[in-house]
């Protein structure tokens, strides 16, 4: 095992400009710290409120800190809420720190680094390169791998693009496109970027279950379940067995997220195996 380095402000800012609100760990060697790119959207955010406990940090997991274009980037211990970004700043306990647990737990020696950039409500062109939360999720990607490894990218987002037809015929194309756009701007032709399903209960609420609607949402997951079979390095992970946290059946509980976040460490680590 590789020693870690301990990482106080003072010490980060000798280190390059590293700015840390709270004492972190942070490896010495690249090798040892392993980045993941958050993104999508209240799937990913997180759409329960937390519980008693959740504001206490995962061993060897760590949080990047959105920051304004041109500050230092900021690291603090892994806990929730993951996504307190302005202006959607509700606490809300989403699938991330769940997948970061159960990744590092057969790796000794490394430390996991969650960069949070979903955004509840948006669409994917909302999401994607031209807007302001794709090149804030690039801005902070780059800043963090100055100091780790990125190894891949989880995204869970669909549900904004069932709203209408145009949108869902749009979206495979859209999807696609963003993976590329992440991979070139990223400087990573083969990066790994995992999809979740939107939840097998969304479509039966109040709300979304109009024929046309439903039609739609079973459209966009098709779209994400043939993922695999069309973009090399992409991995997809099955919403099977969820449950909703609401009567809307837009969201997945608390324990849904958790089986979620364990999914795509599941996935990926089938996809890549071990370091």
């Known amino acids: 095992m590789k020693k870690l380095s301990i990482v106080m402000l003072a010490a980060a800012l000798a280190m390059g400009g590293l700015q840390a609100e709270e004492a972190v760990n942070i490896p010495s060697s690249k090798e040892n710290f392993h980045l993941f790119l958050l993104m999508g959207q209240s799937n990913m955010s997180g759409g329960v409120g937390l519980a008693a406990g959740d504001t206490k940090p995962v061993p060897s997991v760590l949080k990047m800190r959105w920051v304004k274009e041109g500050e230092g980037p900021k690291w603090a211990p892994g806990a929730h809420p993951l996504h ?67 190894k891949g990218v989880l995204w ?26 992440v991979r070139k701007d990223l400087e990573n032709r083969q990066l790994p970027f995992i999809v979740g399903n939107l939840a097998e209960f969304y479509g039966t609420g109040q709300d979304h279950k109009a024929p046309d609607r439903v039609a739609r949402i079973t459209k966009i997951k098709e779209i994400l379940r043939s993922l695999p079979k069309k973009v090399t390095q992409t991995g997809f992970v099955e919403s099977t067995g969820c449950n909703p946290a609401a009567r809307a059946k837009v969201h997945f509980d608390r324990k849904s997220s958790l089986l979620m976040g364990k999914r795509y460490a599941k996935v990926y680590t089938d996809m890549f195996g071990k370091p």
Do not use: C
Not at 107 to 126: C, D, E, F, Y
Not at 131 to 146: F, N, V
Not at 165 to 180: M, S
């Open 84 to 150: 307190p970004r302005r202006p959607n700043k509700k606490a809300r306990f989403g699938p991330g720190l769940a997948f970061a647990e159960a990744y590092v737990a057969d790796k000794p020696g490394v430390t996991v680094g969650l960069i949070p950039m979903a955004w509840g409500g948006r669409s994917i062109v909302q999401l994607s390169k031209g807007s302001e939360i794709y090149s804030d999720a690039i801005r902070h990607t780059k800043a963090a791998m100055q100091r780790g490894a990125l």
């Open 156 to 181: 869970h987002q669909g549900e904004s693009d069932t709203v209408e037809q145009t949108r869902t015929d749009a979206y495979e194309k859209r999807l696609h496109l963003l993976i590329e756009d």
